[in-house]
């Protein structure tokens, strides 16, 4: 979270919006542990990184969706063993679980 | 509010931990929680708020992070649970980072302190001549001090513990001895002292004088310093003694030149 904080005060300090995505829990071998922190704002524009670049991607289109519906947040679960493995797996076989809500607190 | 208060913690080293509600009832809802202060926010009952907030803080004490699961009103004891919904909390610890603590301004220090900055340790650079311990020789450094070791041991031991360093690079006797007693007097997970094979046993017949001589405080000392992996530069040096550091935190068994015999650089 600590390498986040300045990209959100900026984004903030101009009235974007922002969500926050956390790796909440990993099975197997996962790439980032508990608390990587990646955060997105309305314009797509992300700091941080919560894998090895392997599913970034999805979360940035996860994140923008909740902030466009005003959800309160929700869990993602990205794996090797998933249907979408081919889009957005993570190579080394482990199954990351990511909290994406919009930071609005 | 929330935010901003997590934010001004973590940029000033303070303990705090964010728990959040992943799954259940109010999913989204944030609650902060800091030792000895008021708690921030809502899980959306209070009593949640109580038992998760106390079970956090002593999550943060162990510097963990991790997904707890309670009942709608914070109930945990199996019979309780039964037939609620569960909330599902994510509780993350902020703790201070690690300190490392370097003691001799010479050339291997600025290598030392640049890697442990990327490692993510607090780092101190101290030593007793003052046209080397400046500011402008290790700008990486978050402290530079001018001063004997023994002061700053007294001072700063205490908060010192196993995620923590000790690393003693100055060769010289009148530095190094006072450095390695007052770091054997802390609960400090690394100490490693620089140093040949020759110049460690010199300095160990002095320690032997000043009555360091228990078996249980000299395996403490990682002397020569580093893993064997033949580093010639300082910043070779640096990894080694990093990589050294985070295998003895974890227990993993390492080539540590303590260990092996012979030449340190090939």
């Given at each position: 979270?600590?390498?986040?904080?300045?990209?959100?005060?900026?984004?903030?300090?101009?009235?974007?919006?922002?969500?926050?995505?956390?790796?909440?829990?990993?099975?197997?071998?996962?790439?980032?542990?508990?608390?990587?922190?990646?955060?997105?704002?309305?314009?797509?524009?992300?700091?941080?990184?919560?894998?090895?670049?392997?599913?970034?991607?999805?979360?940035?289109?996860?994140?923008?969706?909740?902030?466009?519906?005003?959800?309160?947040?929700?869990?993602?679960?990205?794996?090797?063993?998933?249907?979408?493995?081919?889009?957005?797996?993570?190579?080394?076989?482990?199954?990351?679980?990511?909290?994406?809500?919009?930071?609005?607190? | 509010?929330?935010?901003?208060?997590?934010?001004?913690?973590?940029?000033?080293?303070?303990?705090?931990?964010?728990?959040?509600?992943?799954?259940?009832?109010?999913?989204?809802?944030?609650?902060?929680?800091?030792?000895?202060?008021?708690?921030?926010?809502?899980?959306?009952?209070?009593?949640?708020?109580?038992?998760?907030?106390?079970?956090?803080?002593?999550?943060?004490?162990?510097?963990?992070?991790?997904?707890?699961?309670?009942?709608?009103?914070?109930?945990?004891?199996?019979?309780?649970?039964?037939?609620?919904?569960?909330?599902?909390?994510?509780?993350?610890?902020?703790?201070?980072?690690?300190?490392?603590?370097i003691f001799g301004a010479v050339?291997?220090t600025?290598?030392?302190?640049?890697?442990?900055?990327?490692?993510?340790?607090?780092?101190l650079v101290c030593d007793a001549r003052e046209v080397f311990a400046t500011k402008r020789r290790f700008?990486?450094a978050?402290e530079v001090l001018v001063t004997w070791?023994?002061?700053v041991?007294?001072?700063?031991?205490?908060?010192?513990?196993?995620?923590?360093?000790?690393?003693?690079?100055t060769?010289?006797?009148?530095?190094?001895?006072?450095?390695?007693?007052?770091?054997?007097?802390?609960?400090?997970?690394?100490?490693?002292?620089?140093?040949?094979?020759?110049?460690?046993?010199?300095?160990?017949?002095?320690?032997?004088?000043?009555?360091?001589?228990?078996?249980?405080?000299?395996?403490?000392?990682?002397?020569?310093?580093?893993?064997?992996?033949?580093?010639?530069?300082?910043?070779?040096?640096?990894?080694?003694?990093?990589?050294?550091?985070?295998?003895?935190?974890?227990?993993?068994?390492?080539?540590?030149?303590?260990?092996?015999?012979?030449?340190?650089?090939?």
């Open positions: 979270m600590r390498e986040i904080l300045n990209d959100i005060d900026q984004w903030r300090s101009q009235n974007k919006r922002v969500a926050v995505a956390r790796v909440v829990d990993i099975e197997g071998s996962g790439p980032r542990d508990p608390g990587a922190a990646m955060a997105v704002n309305q314009d797509g524009v992300v700091s941080g990184s919560v894998s090895g670049g392997c599913v970034e991607g999805a979360v940035v289109a996860e994140a923008l969706e909740i902030l466009a519906s005003n959800s309160p947040g929700r869990l993602v679960k990205f794996g090797y063993s998933d249907d979408e493995a081919f889009a957005v797996g993570l190579t080394c076989g482990g199954v990351v679980h990511l909290f994406i809500q919009p930071l609005n607190w | 509010m929330i935010y901003k208060t997590l934010a001004d913690r973590i940029r000033n080293n303070k303990p705090v931990v964010l728990l959040t509600v992943i799954d259940g009832p109010n999913i989204g809802a944030t609650l902060l929680a800091t030792p000895n202060l008021e708690n921030l926010g809502t899980l959306g009952d209070a009593e949640l708020d109580r038992v998760a907030a106390r079970d956090a803080l002593g999550e943060l004490e162990a510097g963990r992070t991790s997904v707890r699961s309670y009942g709608p009103s914070g109930q945990v004891t199996p019979e309780d649970l039964h037939d609620t919904p569960t909330v599902r909390v994510f509780v993350e610890s902020f703790s201070p980072p690690p300190q490392m603590i050339d291997f600025g290598a030392l302190a640049k890697v442990a900055k990327v490692l993510g340790y607090y780092v700008p990486m978050d070791p023994t002061p041991l007294i001072e700063r031991g205490s908060d010192l513990g196993p995620r923590d360093a000790i690393c003693i690079l060769h010289d006797p009148k530095f190094d001895v006072p450095a390695i007693q007052g770091a054997l007097a802390t609960n400090v997970g690394y100490i490693g002292v620089m140093g040949s094979r020759k110049t460690h046993a010199k300095r160990l017949e002095r320690l032997t004088e000043v009555g360091v001589t228990q078996q249980k405080d000299l395996a403490r000392l990682m002397s020569p310093i580093g893993l064997d992996i033949g580093s010639r530069t300082p910043e070779e040096t640096a990894i080694s003694i990093c990589a050294e550091i985070i295998g003895r935190r974890v227990g993993r068994v390492v080539p540590s030149l303590r260990e092996s015999t012979g030449p340190i650089h090939k």
